[in-house]
C-alpha cells in the first residue's frame, strides 16, 4: 500500500514542494515512479527508479528516496504544475499507485 | 511519435461484457510490454493488467481476477482487455499505456482514455 501526503498542497508560484510517498513494504530496488495529471489529460512520467528524471522532464522536478520513503521536489513552481501527482510501486504485482497528492495554487 | 488510441468504452449493464482496444503506433509495438489503468471519475488511479511484449507473460490486479483478461496482437499493434461480469465499481476511464520495456517495468507513456460506465 503506498500513502501520499499531504492530500492537498496549496502553494503559490515561485515557492518549492515537496510531496511524499510512504510505502507499507520495502519497494524492491527503488521501483517507484512519479506521474503528474493535469486537468483533462492522460498521466505524465515524471520520474522512474526513484530520483531518474524521464526524458524531457525539466530539472526543477527531483526524486529522492528509497526502501520505503520517497519525495518528490519540484522548486520554483511554475504555473502548469499545479496538477495532481501520483507515485507508482512496480517493484512487485499487483503494481499500485497512491492516492495523489493535489499541488493547489494558493 | 507514440500514439496510442483506446476504444470500446460505452455503457454496459452490470454482469454483462465488454472488450477494450488499444492501437499503437510510433514504437515497434512488438518490443514493448502494455499496461491497462483506469481512473474511477473524480477518483485516483488504479493498475489493473500487465502483458508482456510477446504475451507470455500476465498480470492482474486482485480487483479484476478471473474477470477481466489481457491480450495482444503484434500483427495489429494491438493490445485488448476483455471484461467479463462487469459491476459498478468498473465504471472508470480505461487507459492503455506502453511500458518501458518488454517485460515487467513502468509505465513512460499513456493514451487519452476511454470510459466505461457500468449502469442498469
Known amino acids: 500500500v503506498l500513502t501520499q501526503s499531504p492530500g492537498t498542497l496549496s502553494l503559490s508560484p515561485g515557492e518549492g514542494a515537496t510531496l511524499s510517498c510512504r510505502a507499507s513494504l520495502d519497494v524492491g530496488a527503488n521501483c517507484l515512479a512519479w506521474y503528474q495529471q493535469r486537468p483533462g489529460q492522460s498521466p505524465r512520467l515524471l520520474i522512474y527508479?526513484?530520483?531518474r528524471r524521464a526524458t524531457g522532464v525539466p530539472d526543477r522536478f527531483s526524486g529522492s528516496g528509497s526502501e520505503t520513503d520517497f519525495t518528490l521536489t519540484i522548486s520554483r513552481l511554475e504555473p502548469e504544475d499545479f496538477a495532481l501527482y501520483y507515485c507508482?510501486?512496480?517493484?512487485?504485482?499487483?503494481?499500485?499507485f497512491g492516492p495523489g497528492t493535489k499541488l493547489e495554487i494558493k | 511519435q507514440v500514439r496510442l488510441v483506446e476504444s470500446g468504452g460505452g455503457v454496459v449493464q452490470p454482469g454483462r461484457s465488454l472488450r477494450l482496444s488499444c492501437v499503437a503506433s510510433?514504437?515497434?509495438?512488438?518490443?514493448?510490454?502494455m499496461h491497462w489503468v483506469r481512473q474511477t471519475p473524480g477518483k485516483g488511479l488504479e493498475w489493473v493488467a500487465f502483458?508482456?511484449?510477446?504475451?507470455?507473460?500476465?498480470f492482474y490486479a486482485d480487483s479484476v481476477t478471473g474477470r477481466f483478461t489481457v491480450s495482444r496482437d503484434n500483427s495489429k499493434n494491438t493490445v485488448y482487455l476483455q471484461m467479463n461480469t462487469l459491476h459498478s465499481g468498473d465504471t472508470a476511464v480505461y487507459y492503455c499505456?506502453?511500458?518501458?520495456?518488454?517485460?515487467?517495468?513502468?509505465?513512460?507513456?499513456w493514451g487519452q482514455g476511454t470510459l466505461v460506465t457500468v449502469s442498469s
Open positions: 510510433g514504437f515497434v509495438f512488438s518490443d514493448f510490454g
Open positions: 507508482l510501486q512496480y517493484g512487485s504485482t499487483p503494481f499500485t
Open positions: 502483458v508482456s511484449y510477446d504475451g507470455s507473460n500476465k
Open positions: 527508479g526513484a530520483s
Open positions: 499505456a506502453k511500458d518501458v520495456g518488454r517485460a515487467w517495468d513502468y509505465p513512460d507513456f
